[in-house]
C-alpha cells in the first residue's frame, strides 16, 4: 500500500452522526486526495491537499470538509453523515517530483444506516 | 467534466485466453495509467505510459499509449485465475506539477479456470 494507513478500515454509522476517516502516510509525499468508490461510477474524487493547509475540492465535495495539519494525515469528516454518502472511501498520495502517479490505500469501507 | 469511457464493462473468459480492454477520451492526456483492483483492496498501479505511440509490458501485461493522445489499450495474455479483479484506466496531465486523474469506470474481469 505504498506506506499508506487508513483508519478505520470499516465503520457503520447512524443518519446525522459526524464521521472522521483518516488517511496516514510515511512517504513524505506533498499531495494527498480522498476517493470514494459506487458501483457504476467508478472513484470520484472529494478534496485533494497539496500541501499543509492547503486543500481543494474534487467533484463531489458536497457534505465533505478536509483538513491536514501534518504532511502525513488528511482527514476526512462527514459532519452529518447521510445514507447517500454508504461507500468505500480511498486515499491516495503522490509526489509531482516522481511524475505525479497516485499510489492508493486498502480503503475504508462506510455504512451509514 | 472530462471523462474516460472504458470498455467493455465486464468480461468472463477462460483461463490461457488473452484479454484486451481499451479507454477512450474526448481530450487528450499526456499520461496514461493502469490500475487493478482486487476485491476489498485498493487499486495498484500496473502500468504507466508517458509518451504517445509507446508500447509498455509488465510480465503477461501489455499497454499501449494512443497515438491521438486520446486512447489506451490494456492487454493480458495467456490469464491465469489471480487475474480476476476490476482494471482502471486513468489519464492524466501531468506538467512538472500534479495533475488530477480522470478514471475510466472499469473493466471487471472473471477467469473461468
Known amino acids: 500500500d505504498a506506506g499508506i494507513t487508513q483508519s478505520p478500515r470499516h465503520k457503520v454509522t447512524e443518519t446525522g452522526t459526524p464521521v472522521t476517516l483518516r488517511c496516514h502516510q510515511t512517504e513524505n509525499h506533498r499531495y494527498m486526495y480522498w476517493y470514494r468508490q459506487d458501483p457504476g461510477h467508478g472513484l470520484r474524487l472529494i478534496h485533494y491537499s497539496y500541501g499543509v493547509k492547503d486543500t481543494d475540492k474534487g467533484e463531489v465535495s458536497d457534505g465533505y470538509s478536509v483538513s491536514r495539519s501534518k504532511t502525513e494525515d488528511f482527514l476526512l469528516t462527514l459532519e452529518s453523515a447521510t445514507s447517500s454518502q454508504t461507500s468505500v472511501y480511498f486515499c491516495a498520495i503522490s509526489e509531482p517530483r516522481r511524475g505525479g502517479i497516485q499510489y492508493f490505500g486498502a480503503g475504508t469501507r462506510l455504512s451509514v444506516l | 467534466g472530462q471523462q474516460l469511457n472504458q470498455s467493455p464493462q465486464s468480461m468472463f473468459i477462460q483461463e490461457g485466453e488473452d484479454v484486451s480492454m481499451n479507454c477512450t477520451s474526448s481530450s487528450i492526456f499526456n499520461t496514461w495509467l493502469w490500475y487493478k483492483q482486487d476485491p476489498g483492496e485498493g487499486p495498484v498501479l500496473l502500468i504507466a505510459l508517458y509518451k504517445a505511440g509507446e508500447l509498455t509490458s509488465n510480465g503477461r501485461l501489455t499497454a499501449q499509449f494512443g497515438i491521438t493522445r486520446k486512447d489506451s489499450f490494456l492487454n493480458i495474455s495467456a490469464s491465469i485465475p489471480s487475474d480476476v479483479g476490476i482494471y482502471f484506466c486513468?489519464?492524466?496531465?501531468?506538467?512538472?506539477?500534479?495533475?488530477?486523474?480522470?478514471f475510466g469506470k472499469g473493466t471487471k474481469l472473471s477467469v473461468k479456470p
Open positions: 486513468a489519464g492524466m496531465n501531468y506538467g512538472g506539477s500534479q495533475g488530477n486523474l480522470i
